[in-house]
Nanobody
């Protein structure tokens, strides 16, 4: 089993910043390809960002590109999502996800179906 625990969400004004964290624990000390997704009320889950096992490559969703940065510290088993210039439309529950099986070291994954473990989510609310 793998556990993912997100933190760092909260209420912020438009134009502000937040940094989300996701701590990975359980099973083995392997580093997995990781992703961040978000889901707003009455909307489908949306891809935000993804990172390869060693952090060498990243990919971002079009709606957040140039405003967010995904990174990881494998020594701490933690993945981060730095979000800047936040907008009210960024309001959502943010989830981190891990792909623990059948992955390539230098690949990232951008759809929900690519991941098999998910955190419980952290709420981000951006006020106008």
């Amino acid at each position: 089993q793998v556990q993912l625990v997100e933190s760092g969400g909260g209420l912020v004004q438009a134009g502000g910043s937040l940094r989300l964290s996701c701590v990975v624990s359980g099973r083995t000390a392997k580093n997995y390809p990781m992703g961040w997704f978000r889901q707003a009320p009455k909307k489908e889950r949306e891809f935000v960002a993804a990172i390869t096992t060693r952090g060498g490559s990243t990919r971002y969703g079009d709606s957040v590109k140039n405003r967010v940065t995904i990174s990881r510290d494998n020594a701490k088993n933690t993945v981060y999502l730095q979000m800047n210039t936040l907008k009210p439309e960024d309001t959502a529950v943010y989830y981190c996800a891990a792909r623990t099986d059948n992955y390539l070291t230098f690949s990232y994954y951008t759809t929900s179906d690519d991941y098999d473990y998910w955190g419980q989510g952290t709420q981000v609310t951006v006020s106008s």
